[in-house]
């Protein structure tokens, strides 16, 4: 799996699963609950972007990047396999196969900062006026990725350029859970950067 691959693979993650919890079955009453296990899935999520983040350069560093990578593509590909429980509303299997991988991975839950499937959900129900939701912050990210991949095309950008693109990037992940405003303004500061404008600005 590329270095790109495995970026698309978490986001895919993210959205995906997150969007299969929202928007599935309703809600049974088990010893764990649907909340419950979409928390846990997000925050797992949420460590697998800072495994990300914290790889060295593979140019600078290549026997570094290569010997981390491992773990962070492993990590990622366990994630992916245990969300099916949560897809298919078996929340407490899901619970149960999210607190084996974080306890293999070292993983403490409450620490990783998410904000909880209810805030999410009414943040849904009721979004904000002004300012950003998860929803516009995952709008502006998909934005700009599609306009500096049409840029990199126009432009013949190399890899590094693209690699550079990735760094600034890592942190709109991590945010987007977090402060989903904070995102928003990181967007906006890494697109005037490269002069994209989104249309009604």
Known sequence: MSDRSLRRSCARNIFLLGIAALF???????????????????????YGMKLQAALPDPLKDPKGYEASYQRVNDFSSRLGAVGKPLADAKYDEACIAYDALAKQYGVDLAAQGVRSLAVVEAEGRHPPKTGCDLAESSRRSMWLTESFQKHAQDAHLQRDDWQQFGKEM????????????????????IASKYGFRRAGR
């Open 170 to 189: 890592e942190p709109v992940g991590l945010l987007m859970q977090q402060d989903p405003n904070q995102a928003c303004g990181l967007i906006d500061t």
């Open 24 to 46: 599935g079955s309703s809600i049974t009453y088990a010893a764990c609950t649907r909340d419950q296990a979409f928390n846990r899935m997000m925050a797992l999520n949420q």
